[in-house]
């Protein structure tokens, strides 16, 4: 049975002192690996750094030279390369200097098919994982790069955003024909949903570093109040109803603005994701000292793998891509921030709902 950790088509470096030996490497190896079979140490060395092979089998009794010598070269011209040096002595003075030597494994003398096998695929698993390893190492790399590169972009965005909203709103809708009031209309709402991206990335990046906001005493209803009324006219193009009703008032002690765009960014997602002439619920609870705040849609269900996912901006699921993911991101990070959680669960009969909860603050007076 072929091992299921060695990589597809791993190629091998074969260097056998004698004919004998070749062939039983080969009749051991040859399939599922393919082989390069290199005539010489230089021939060796020369097919390493051309071809990159996974790993080298050296015998230690070479025609010209030793095999020793060969792997203290190979490991020292390609690192990364792994040497099993096969056929060494069993005595006490040979597996130390296959270690001096640089060997990543050796198999004694006379080889054991068996052993062999065994060697040659623990080799290949701890391949796959340091590549692995590496692959993630990169993407991370290349993953903090490119944050940096938007919050370079980011910034620069602000200003001229700031000023174009600005310059849009001195001008007076009642001068102007009906359809350059709906232009004038369409832009500024553009306009307001890129600024509202930007600032999530800005307030995403300063949670990150660790920024404590600041906290002030407020009415989770009023946020919840300020948040839908925020986003009331993308509620109406998409002919989608947002139901609140205000129960008691439940307190909490956060950053009013940054707890209001955290529930927006969570009711527009629903609206996003809701059919026309769908509704998105909103809810407020307390449960054992907690302020909990629920939106209900009824948009497709989030498969169970990927809702770990939904709060990564940078790890969106791809079912449920529709924007940057920085709205959810930013709402789960203020949550974090406050002391709270963000997590998301299978509505009854279809949808999602997104469960904010928050540290009630204490009663006035105390």
Not at 50 to 70: K, M, Q, T
Not at 201 to 216: I, K, N, S, T, Y
Request: net charge negative; hydrophobic share 45%; with cysteine.
């Amino acid at each position: 049975m072929p091992d299921p950790h060695a990589t597809a088509t791993p190629t091998h470096l074969l260097l056998a002192d004698r004919d004998a030996s070749r062939a039983a490497v080969l009749a051991v190896l040859s399939p599922p690996h393919a082989l390069l079979e290199a005539a010489s140490c230089a021939d060796a060395l020369r097919l390493a750094g051309e071809s990159a092979p996974d790993l080298a089998l050296v015998g230690v009794e070479l025609e010209a030279g030793n095999g020793y010598d060969l792997c203290r070269q190979l490991r020292s011209a390609h690192p990364p390369l792994p040497v099993l040096l096969l056929g060494v002595p069993a005595d006490a003075a040979s597996r130390p200097r296959a270690a001096e030597a640089g060997a990543s494994e050796l198999v004694t003398a006379p080889i054991d098919p068996a052993e062999l096998r065994l060697r040659v695929a623990a080799l290949l698993r701890t391949v796959t994982c340091e590549r692995r390893k590496a692959e993630q190492e990169d993407r991370a790399a290349r993953l903090e790069n490119l944050r940096d590169a938007i919050d370079i972009v980011v910034h620069d965005l602000r200003s001229p955003l700031g000023g174009a909203v600005l310059n849009l709103s001195v001008v007076d809708p009642a001068t102007l024909v009906e359809d350059d009031r709906d232009a004038l209309a369409s832009a500024t709402l553009s306009l307001q949903r890129v600024t509202s991206v930007v600032d999530d990335f800005l307030d995403v990046r300063r949670l990150e570093a660790g920024a404590a906001p600041p906290q002030a005493r407020e009415s989770l209803a009023d946020l919840v109040g300020d948040a839908t009324r925020s986003i009331a006219q993308a509620a109406g193009e998409r002919r989608v109803t947002i139901r609140f009703a205000a129960p008691a008032r439940v307190g909490v002690e956060v950053d009013r603005a940054l707890v209001t765009r955290a529930i927006a960014n969570l009711v527009e997602n629903g609206i996003r994701y809701s059919p026309a002439g769908g509704a998105v619920e909103v809810t407020i609870a307390t449960e054992g000292g907690r302020a909990v705040v629920e939106i209900a849609d009824r948009g497709p269900a989030v498969p169970g793998a990927e809702k770990r996912a939904l709060f990564d901006a940078y790890a969106l699921p791809r079912s449920v891509r529709r924007g940057t993911g920085v709205g959810l991101h930013l709402a789960w990070c203020v949550a974090r921030a406050f002391g709270g959680d963000l997590a998301a669960r299978d509505r009854p009969g279809g949808g999602a709902i997104f469960r904010l909860d928050l540290p009630l603050a204490p009663p006035v007076g105390v």
